[in-house]
């Protein structure tokens, strides 16, 4: 039975609304809680996931960079070591190990990688916080739903590429100096990391390139927009680590020793071949053979008239003179000499053989010293390295494939024509430089 004179309490009771807020506060509060520690546990993972991702793009470098000169146990050292330093054992396990690292090549076109253990133009690191290693992500929250860690896994691929500046055109650490009436044609690049120096009535053909650092720079005469046409648009601002100076020694020891990643094919050879004198006649050079000299004193040696340096190499540490009409067609003088007259020559120089840009017929100098020539230097697939300055004076002709790099300046007078193969360049020497491609 129910008892009326309590009727109106109870009423009043279940009408009553007072805690309410509390109830609604404590499942509030623990949604809020699940929440926020499910977002605890994704930012760790996200954080784990930057690490890791850091620490394989500076492994692969490390690697790459170290195979460029080294072997490829070597350059797995570095890369381990890179890793250790960004990710330390101690703290998150062994996050790369030797199997991880794999060199091979990269095709542009399907981006894709392949291994291939003897490679150096391309590397695929991976980096793990997993289970199996160990060493996984741990979690919070999403250990009630069963969840104890996360695997995370990331992957660099790093690969080398040349510079089309450094491929083709003139490079210069310090000033370079351009005079009047030349011709650079499309894919040409003229680079400083000082300043470009040009004088007026030049001209540059769209898709030719001038940069340096700050275009501020650059030294024109009054009006020198006007007078050298299509400059404007061939401007661009940036600098260039040119790392291929500092390696000018090192290749000219290659050469030397042997080394199958500076000598040419055209050399069939391992004997060298000691030249009698300081006067290199035609019937001294022996195809397919590296000739040596090596200079006492003040000595220097003269390449003699008209002579056709073909499928040959010298190495010495003398200063080279090139008298008239010498040629080089698949060839490669390199000097240790580090005067200003390193290699010289009065007028008529034919660095490669004019063959409309084809495979072969290049020619490379290397000097670690300076390069001067007075008039009529021909490049044609040629290259010019100077651990110092490059001279040239009027009408140089490199319409079919010219690279000149000099860790001091280049200085051209007028009447050059100087444009872009593309091809036909294939035994210049280069340094090596890095992208990460994924």
């Known amino acids: 039975m129910v008892d009326l004179d309590h009727l109106p309490l109870l009423r009043n009771f279940l009408r009553n609304e007072d805690g309410a807020g509390t109830a609604y506060s404590l499942l509030t509060l623990a949604a809020m809680a699940m929440l926020g520690g499910y977002a605890i546990d994704v930012s760790n993972v996200m954080t784990?996931?930057?690490?890791?991702?850091?620490?394989?793009?500076?492994?692969?470098?490390?690697?790459?960079?170290?195979?460029?000169?080294?072997?490829?146990?070597?350059?797995?050292?570095?890369?381990?070591?890179?890793?250790?330093?960004?990710?330390?054992?101690?703290?998150?396990?062994?996050?790369?190990?030797?199997?991880?690292?794999?060199?091979?090549?990269?095709?542009?076109?399907?981006?894709?990688?392949?291994?291939?253990?003897?490679?150096?133009?391309?590397?695929?690191?991976?980096?793990?916080?997993?289970?199996?290693?160990?060493?996984?992500?741990p979690v919070f929250l999403l250990q009630f739903v069963g969840m104890d860690s996360w695997d995370v896994i990331n992957k660099a691929t790093y690969v080398t590429y040349h510079p089309t500046c450094l491929r083709e055109g003139?490079?210069?650490?310090?000033?370079?100096?351009?005079?009047?009436?030349?011709?650079?044609?499309?894919?040409?690049?003229?680079?400083?990391?000082?300043?470009?120096?040009?004088?007026?009535n030049n001209y540059f053909e769209p898709g030719t390139v001038v940069s340096m650092p700050d275009l501020d720079d650059l030294e024109l005469p009054n009006s020198g927009y006007k007078t050298n046409t299509g400059l404007s648009e061939a401007l661009r601002e940036g600098g260039w680590n040119i790392r291929v100076v500092d390696r000018i020694q090192d290749i000219i020891n290659g050469i030397a020793s042997y080394d199958p990643r500076y000598v040419p094919d055209y050399i069939t050879s391992q004997v060298p071949v000691p030249l009698a004198g300081t006067t290199v006649t035609q019937a001294m050079l022996l195809p397919g053979r590296i000739h040596t000299y090596t200079c006492n004193g003040n000595k220097r040696m003269t390449i003699d008239n008209n002579v056709l340096m073909s499928k040959v190499v010298l190495v010495t540490n003398c200063e080279i003179k090139f008298s008239q009409g010498v040629a080089m067609e698949d060839a490669i003088i390199a000097t240790t000499n580090t005067s200003a007259d390193s290699l010289n020559a009065p007028s008529g120089l034919r660095v490669g053989k004019k063959d409309n840009c084809a495979e072969g017929g290049g020619a490379q100098l290397l000097t670690m010293g300076s390069v001067k020539v007075a008039s009529a230097l021909e490049m044609y697939n040629g290259q010019i390295l100077a651990k110092n300055d490059i001279e040239f004076a009027a009408n140089a002709d490199g319409i079919q494939g010219a690279a000149m790099v000099a860790g001091g300046t280049i200085s051209g007078t007028s009447n050059m024509s100087m444009g872009y193969c593309g091809s036909g360049m294939e035994d210049n020497f280069h340094a090596e430089y890095f992208k990460l491609v994924e």
Not at 115 to 132: I, K, L
Not at 170 to 186: G, K, L, M, R, Y
């Open 170 to 200: 003139f490079v210069a650490e310090d000033v370079v100096d351009i005079q009047s009436n030349n011709s650079f044609h499309d894919g040409f690049c003229v680079h400083s990391n000082n300043y470009v120096s040009l004088n007026s």
């Open 48 to 137: 784990a996931r930057t690490n890791l991702q850091v620490t394989a793009d500076a492994a692969a470098h490390a690697a790459l960079l170290k195979r460029d000169t080294a072997n490829a146990e070597d350059a797995k050292l570095a890369a381990l070591a890179m890793a250790e330093k960004n990710l330390p054992s101690q703290d998150h396990g062994v996050t790369l190990t030797t199997s991880d690292i794999v060199f091979g090549d990269w095709n542009e076109v399907t981006r894709t990688f392949t291994p291939r253990a003897s490679s150096r133009s391309a590397v695929q690191v991976t980096a793990r916080q997993t289970s199996a290693n160990t060493n996984p992500v």
